[in-house]
């Protein structure tokens, strides 16, 4: 028998070769350059939430105050216990969850319809960015996404094909737990094919499918209490906004890597495997239920976010994706072994060049801000130049504290808005005497702050950019980017100015005028780069100083004003000796969705609310090429 069983493995590894080389393909991807692959801002949240005496500690301090059910960061806490906080330790078993998703994706999608439809669905699992990236990522999402994979095998085999078998049983009530103890919106696919399964499943068995039910639910019980508590913090709405008609498209078009000709290549193999190829008895209604549920799971997230709180997000649409692709591409005819090979090559090929050329995927990732703001700060520190670095601290301070690197003492963190702009115009009075200047930033950091500072140090000698940040170094000198509009020298841009009230080197408000100059442009002649920004700095010289004029940026469109900015000279600091004071604005174009709107403009001007004499001594309006990295994970890269 033993004999028998050693004479079959080439055999079934031929049977299986295609299976078996996607398989390893999804493993070298996700384990590419292992040792080099960073923390997330997450997972570094995480890891600091492990560190307790006790599992009761954990819980309370750990799980309760977070978003999140038990099962990662509890499986972190023994897991980091035992094998340490290394990156690729921590990192391992999630990268393996995402192989494994790949090889249930395969049977489920082979299962429900036929071999080719498990072929190309696990061919784009292992290639594609969103599930590969997850994959490298030691939060709930590659462990949910396996464990709804599990979930959803065993639950079909018991409801379309009446596969009663010991396993299937057993693994029906585990898999389901385990989803529910793993974040709420793979509790969430899961429950949803629970209850949708009552519908489709035999009646002779329906008793018998309740009590599976129940006990899933009996299995979780023990995290109702933990439930209970994060159910009170509500959403997300702190950071994440409401979503918008367009996220289902954009979603379709994110998984799919922002290819037009992978989207196109994939509605060609849709069509022609429809019409091309051996017929093979699939389970009609379970494609159409994969459909069901993916469209069922969007549904709940979008309008509990419109509704209730914002949850929706990309991540937590991972554990219902691979039932999109299999509704998706469920239909098509079992083709040959040679034509599902040849399928599998061009998804394949085409995904992987997507991903690292065009994506910059491993670029991208493989750089952390959380550390490499300090590296670059360390690597300039021979310059003696102060740093100010916007992050959160102790997810930098997780490296310095493992001894990755040493923090300079002149590093300075900072966090908004305990640190306003009056400190930061403080600061750098303070050391005024310096003439190199390091900024370190996320992308959460206001534009405003990164203005102020160039005003004092123009020059930029490098600037690094990352995924969600930069690092600046600066100097004093020429400026490296000079304004498109100055009212010293170009007075004909500014609408509304009038050249008899400009004298003595500064254009006068008199009393009781409540309008003056200012400057507009549209945006689709303005922006060059979705990824720039717009400085406005204005100096003012005040007749009094309680003076509260109004440094404006908005944009408009028509009628409709979509965004409204205003700073008041209270916001910064008077000069007692000649009573002026430095105004700065500043807007990020890749934050405003501007294109959706007709003929937006941009327009900026003082409002002078209190109607007393007041004079513009400088208005500049400087345009910057900004990070086009600034959210390239999850967005086409804008360079």
């Not at 930098?396 to 306003?420: H, M």
């Not at 400009?502 to 408000?509: A, L, N, P, V």
């Amino acid at each position: 028998m033993i004999g028998s069983t050693k004479s079959n493995i080439p055999g079934l590894l031929k049977e299986h070769s295609i299976i078996i080389g996607i398989l390893l393909l999804a493993l070298i991807l996700r384990c590419y350059d292992l040792f080099s692959i960073p923390y997330t801002h997450d997972e570094l949240s995480g890891l600091l939430r492990t560190r307790f005496d006790s599992f009761g500690e954990l819980i309370a301090k750990g799980v309760k105050v977070d978003g999140h059910p038990a099962f990662v960061q509890v499986f972190l806490y023994y897991w980091t216990g035992l094998f340490g906080t290394s990156e690729w330790v921590v990192k391992l078993p999630f990268i393996l969850s995402g192989v494994g998703g790949v090889y249930f994706g395969y049977k489920i999608g082979k299962r429900w319809s036929n071999i080719t439809v498990g072929l190309i669905v696990a061919a784009i699992i292992a290639t594609s960015q969103y599930p590969l990236m997850y994959s490298q990522i030691a939060r709930p999402y590659t462990s949910g996404f396996f464990f709804t994979l599990l979930f959803a095998y065993h639950w079909g085999e018991i409801v379309f094909f009446k596969n009663y078998a010991r396993k299937h049983l057993i693994w029906f009530p585990i898999a389901a737990a385990l989803c529910a103890y793993n974040h709420h919106f793979s509790m969430l696919t899961a429950g949803l094919i629970g209850i949708i399964g009552i519908v489709y499943t035999f009646r002779d068995f329906l008793w018998k499918y309740l009590l599976l039910c129940l006990a899933a639910v009996v299995l979780y019980s023990p995290h109702f209490t933990i439930l209970s508590a994060q159910l009170k913090m509500g959403g997300l709405a702190g950071w994440l906004g409401k979503p918008e008609p367009s996220f289902l498209p954009h979603y379709v078009y994110y998984i799919f890597q922002f290819s037009v000709l992978l989207v196109a290549v994939y509605t060609g193999i849709i069509v022609w495997t429809r019409i091309s190829g051996r017929v093979v008895r699939r389970n009609s209604k379970a494609i159409l239920f994969a459909g069901i549920l993916f469209f069922s799971v969007y549904a709940v997230g979008y309008f509990y976010s419109i509704y209730v709180a914002p949850v929706l997000q990309t991540s937590v649409l991972i554990f219902a994706y691979p039932f999109l692709l299999i509704f998706l591409f469920g239909w098509a005819k079992e083709q040959s072994k040679q034509l599902n090979l040849a399928l599998v090559l061009i998804i394949a090929v085409l995904n992987i060049y997507a991903l690292i050329f065009q994506r910059q995927y491993y670029r991208v990732f493989y750089k952390t801000p959380f550390n490499q703001l300090v590296l670059d700060v360390v690597h300039v520190d021979k310059e003696s130049a102060y740093a100010l670095i916007f992050s959160d601290e102790p997810k930098t301070r997780f490296y310095s504290e493992r001894g990755d690197f040493r923090i300079p003492q002149k590093v300075k963190f900072i966090t908004v808005p305990e640190f306003t702009e009056k400190d930061l115009e403080a600061f750098l009075e303070k050391h005024s005497d310096n003439d190199h200047f390091y900024l370190a930033a996320t992308s959460s950091l206001p534009s405003t702050y990164r203005a102020i500072i160039l005003q004092k140090y123009p020059h930029i000698i490098w600037q690094k950019n990352y995924f969600s940040a930069s690092t600046l170094f600066l100097s004093k000198g020429k400026a490296s980017e000079k304004p498109i509009a100055d009212i010293v020298k170009n007075k004909h841009l500014f609408n509304g100015y009038n050249p008899g009230k400009w004298y003595d080197g500064s254009y006068h408000f008199e009393k009781d005028e409540e309008w003056g100059p200012g400057y507009a442009k549209e945006l689709n002649k303005l922006v060059k780069r979705p990824s720039d920004l717009v400085d406005v700095v204005v100096k003012l010289k005040l007749s009094d100083l309680r003076q509260e004029p109004l440094l404006v940026l908005n944009i408009q469109s028509k009628d409709s004003v979509l965004v409204f900015r205003g700073t008041p000279a209270s916001r910064h600091t008077i000069n007692l000796k000649d009573s002026t004071v430095t105004l700065v604005q500043s807007i990020k174009f890749i934050d405003l969705n501007y294109k959706q709107f007709e003929n937006p403009t941009l327009n900026t001007f003082i409002w002078n609310r209190d109607k007393k004499p007041l004079k513009i001594l400088s208005f500049q309006v400087i345009y910057r090429k900004d990070n086009p990295l600034t959210y390239a994970l999850y967005e086409p890269i804008t360079e």
